[in-house]
Antibody, heavy 118, light 109 residues
Framework: QVRLQESGPGLVKPSETLSLTCNVSDASVINSYWTWIRQPPGRGLQWIGYIYHTGSTTYSPSLKSRVSISIDTSKNQFSLNVSSVTTADTAVYYC????????????WGPGTTVTVSS | DIQLTQSPFTLSASVGDRVTITCRAS???????LAWYQHKPGKAPKLLIYKASILESGVPSRFSGSGSGTEFTLTISTLQPDDFATYYC??????????FGQGTKVQIK
């Protein structure tokens, strides 16, 4: 059973860079798509972007200028960077696997809360 | 972008009720790659339905999905206590960014 676990700072200062890592267990990151999704307080799910094991990425147009997703196949993990954060980036961040055989997100991490505050 | 609009935003229902949630897309979702997720507070979302109508393994059969093109529905045939949650639709359409609907909260009447 594939397991995902997000890790990273729970508190980030405004204008700094938010960095999270997703560790993948019991499956290889190779030959799959991996994605980041967030949920701001009181709001719905917001897709951030995804990456293929080759390093090919696609980002949400609304976040594209500030977001970077990378993958480390040797460590079996992928990462998210969001630059120049504001309080609007406060959210629960989820990493997940996009199963391209069914075109749906079938495995999710438990989520990690990131608060942007000085 | 393809916008997904769910209705209703909030739904009050009782155990045993039949519940239907609608997801409308601003453009045709070619190949019907639309999924439904259940989300409870403090937990990760859970995949219920993919390709509009295919039940994910392990999901109770009281959940069903239907629709095509721009209109899709999620139905819970007999609402159970465990089903009170927020439900989201999500689309994948080649060449377009992914999007989620704004969510439908199913709450106790």
């Amino acid at each position: 059973q594939v397991r995902l676990q997000e890790s990273g700072p729970g508190l980030v200062k405004p204008s700094e860079t938010l960095s999270l890592t997703c560790n993948v267990s019991d499956a290889s990151v190779i030959n799959s798509y991996w994605t980041w999704i967030r949920q701001p307080p009181g709001r719905g799910l917001q897709w951030i972007g995804y990456i293929y094991h080759t390093g090919s990425t696609t980002y949400s147009p609304s976040l594209k200028s500030r977001v970077s997703i990378s993958i480390d196949t040797s460590k079996n993990q992928f990462s998210l960077n969001v630059s120049s954060v504001t309080t609007a980036d406060t959210a629960v961040y989820y990493c997940a696997r996009f199963n391209y055989l069914i075109y749906a997100i079938d495995v999710w991490g438990p989520g990690t809360t990131v608060t942007v505050s000085s | 972008d393809i916008q997904l609009t769910q209705s209703p935003f909030t739904l009050s229902a009782s155990v045993g009720d039949r519940v239907t949630i609608t997801c409308r897309a601003s453009q045709n979702i070619v190949t019907n790659w639309l999924a439904w997720y259940q989300h409870k507070p403090g937990k990760a979302p859970k995949l219920l339905i993919y390709k509009a109508s295919i039940l994910e393994s392990g999901v109770p059969s009281r959940f069903s999905g239907s629709g095509s093109g721009t209109e899709f529905t999620l139905t819970i045939s007999t609402l159970q206590p465990d089903d009170f949650a927020t439900y989201y639709c999500h689309q994948y359409n080649s060449g377009f960014p992914w999007t989620f609907g704004q969510g439908t909260k199913v709450q106790i009447k």
